[in-house]
């Protein structure tokens, strides 16, 4: 297989692309997913957009307008009509522009979507991926940065997947459009325009499988999305005092890799939890009260968190820079662990 | 628009008896503390789910409402199981894990009552849209309420079958009240219907106690909407016997439109109609009378027999598959 380096961007496209070809049943739709429905586009076959940060184009040149569909600015009918779709046989993917909008349609998500099957007795499936871009450093203020990853990883009939690399948003979009469920799956801002070796084929990276990213004897740092290139900037810092940390990405965080982390864990007996959601009820407790409940024995410090504060995203830059979890703050938590 | 066939109206008549039946067996096995939850009743519009429904097949799908048992009997999903499931029990049609509100037969075409008001516009849109995008001539009924029509979820949903001309019937099934709140107080349209010139989609007010008259709106939008037109909206004006839920002391209503009802039981109606032209038999009437009568019984006494589900059924259903679950 052929191997190149291509952008986070890049690779999330090539996944759509790669399952649209391969089933008929995959359709995209969403708000400028192509952009532009006008006559002298349409003649050249061409769209506006592709998306509002382009992820999605060059699709609707090859796939058409009814398989990739604008919508109105209706977040709860497309949303809703996605759910409605693939609960009658189709297998779309749904763009929720940003992840901060999931207030203008939650109940499509959480009551239809989410609770369809359970409270069908099982008797219906909702094979939907909604993709929705996330996270802080864009400038975009507070109403386009947020996280909430945690608000999805409490609901249950969803599964949510934070992609970190141009690798695994790949491999962890085809299976998420391939699976029966309900997939969250979040793509970072900030990471849109990052590279890294991908392979062309088709390729998955199943669900519930977290990923060590760097080995590591003495403490363990959990990272989601884009904290895991801040977990490994710290650990080349911390390497130079010789602290060896071991970085863990979990991928998805419903469903939670629980065992390789707590056989991390085990090994480091030091746990450190990167979150760049905010910290109240979050997946960074989740994982902290895993270790309490599971491998408190083996702790011998008191786990630590490093997430984004109690706040909406702001938007001066240094503010938004201070309120973005970073490696210097990654490095004091670890070093606290192993005080 | 052809008159619904002879032959079809003892189906509808029987139909139009389960469910009123059926729901005045509900209200009092929820009054006898048998059925347990919230349970909102459909006596008085059974012509609107029944009229609408003759026209359709197994294939094509509705979505449905709080208010949501005379859908389920009038697109076919089986009595019994529908019995067993307002009583939690294993044999009901979701296993018992749905209840009153969240009755479903994917396979029947019905996509589920629903506990959120407004939320079956989009998800009718959505299967539409397979629809279209499979090239099948199914059709998708949304039946809301009054109240239901005034939710952003219905609007944005109206107006996306119309821009996208997908093959979805709207039926707002206009009874009068939203829960307690009158239609004039919350409604700032003369008629629901008169919504539909800004979607750019036909709109009709029926009688929804007249089954003839809902069965013509509703074959020629379906019509339109099979041959690739787009949407209709059909407001069908009509009453509840029963409260909001069970338990609502009715305080709302009025001693002259409690009188008001009677005199337009859509039931009545229909009986009248097709005696008068000597459709069906006298003798016919009480027969499907009889059975109904049979068929709830039957389904009562099932229900009382029927298991609860397993207790390890509260963990299943929630995923096709998921990999690692918290403890």
Sequence with gaps: MTTRTITYREAINEAIRLEMRRDPAVILMGEDVAGGAVTHLEKKGEEAWGGVLGVTKGLVQEFGRSRVRDTPISESAFIGAAVGAASTGLRPIAELMFVDFFGVCMDQIYNQGGKMRYMFGGKAKIPLVIRTLYGAGFRAAAQHSAVLYSVFTHMPGLKVVAPSTPYNAKGLLINAIRDDDLVIYLEHLVLLDSSGPVPENDYVIPFGKAEIVRPGRDVTVVAIGRMRSFAMQAAEELAKESIDVEVVDPQTLSPLDESTILESVKKTHRLVVVDEDNPRCSVANDIVTLAAQQAFAYLDSAPRTVTAPHTPVPFSPPLEDAYIPSPAKIVAAVKETVA | ?327
């Design chain 2, 1 to 327: 628009m052809a008159e619904i066939s002879k032959d079809k109206l003892p189906w509808v008549y029987e139909r139009m008896r389960l469910i009123r039946e059926f729901e005045n067996r509900a209200a009092k096995l929820f009054a006898e503390g048998k059925v347990p939850g919230f349970v909102h009743l459909y006596a008085g519009e059974e012509a609107i789910a029944v009229g609408v429904c003759a026209l359709l097949s197994d294939s094509d799908y509705i979505t449905s409402t709080h208010r949501g048992h005379g859908h389920c009997i009038a697109k076919g999903v089986d009595i019994k199981e529908m019995m067993c499931e307002l009583y939690g029990k294993k044999n009901g049609s979701c296993n018992g894990k749905g209840g009153s509100m969240h009755i479903a037969d994917v396979d029947k075409g019905m996509l589920g009552a629903n506990g959120i008001v407004g939320a079956g516009g989009p998800l009718a849109c959505g299967a539409g849209l397979t629809a279209k995008i499979k090239e099948t001539d199914q059709v998708t009924i949304c039946f809301f309420g009054d109240g239901a029509a005034e939710q952003g979820t219905m609007h944005e949903s109206m107006n996306l079958a119309s821009i996208w001309k997908l093959p979805v019937v709207f039926v707002c099934e206009n009874n009068g009240y939203a829960e307690t709140t009158p239609s004039f107080y919350h409604c700032a349209a003369e008629d629901v219907a008169d919504r539909a010139t800004a979607y750019n989609m036909p709109g009709f007010v029926v009688d929804g106690t007249d089954l003839f008259a809902v069965h013509e709106a509703a074959d020629e939008a379906i019509a339109r909407a099979r041959r690739g037109e787009g949407p209709t909206l059909i407001e069908c004006k009509a009453f509840r016997y029963y409260g909001h839920f069970e338990g609502d002391n009715m305080s709302y209503y009025t001693e002259e439109e409690q009188a008001e009802q009677k005199a337009r039981d859509p039931l009545d109606k229909f009986i009248k109609r097709v005696v008068d032209r000597k459709l069906i038999s006298t003798e016919k009437l009480e027969e499907i009378d009889a059975r109904a009568k049979t068929v709830i019984d039957e389904a009562v006494q099932l229900a009382e027999d029927s298991p609860y589900p397993d207790l390890d059924e509260v963990m299943t259903d929630v995923y096709v598959s998921y990999q690692e679950v918290m403890p």
